[in-house]
Nanobody
Framework: QVQLVESGGGSVQAGGSLRLSCAAS????????IGWFRQQPGKEREGIAA????????YYADSVKGRFTISQGSAKNTVYLQMNSLKPEDTAMYYC?????????????????WGRGTQVTVSS
């Protein structure tokens, strides 16, 4: 079993930055993909970024491209989401997810393990 814990959420003003962390523990050897999803009020959860631990390739949704950066920590068990130039529409609950074999990195059902989420609130 893999456990994921997100941290780093909070409240910031528009234009500010936050760095989210996703710490993985447990049986992580088979985890190859880490995805970041968010659920905005009244909307479905969407995949916004993903990281392939086997080679370092990344994916970004158009809504965050150029502003968010996903990366893996030196200890390999933590994946970060650096969020810059935050906008009020980035307000959401942010979740990280882990999967071993993922074809569509934006598809929730391709991930086996989920964290509980961390709230990000951006005020104008």
């Amino acid at each position: 079993q893999v456990q994921l814990v997100e941290s780093g959420g909070g409240s910031v003003q528009a234009g500010g930055s936050l760095r989210l962390s996703c710490a993985a523990s447990g049986y992580t050897y088979s985890t190859k993909y880490i995805g970041w999803f968010r659920q905005q009020p009244g909307k479905e959860r969407e995949g916004i970024a993903a990281f392939y631990t086997g080679g370092g390739s990344t994916y970004y949704a158009d809504s965050v491209k150029g502003r968010f950066t996903i990366s893996q920590g030196s200890a390999k068990n933590t994946v970060y989401l650096q969020m810059n130039s935050l906008k009020p529409e980035d307000t959401a609950m942010y979740y990280c997810a882990a999967g071993s074999s993922v074809v569509d990195v934006t598809a929730e059902d391709e991930y086996n393990h989920w964290g509980r989420g961390t709230q990000v609130t951006v005020s104008s």
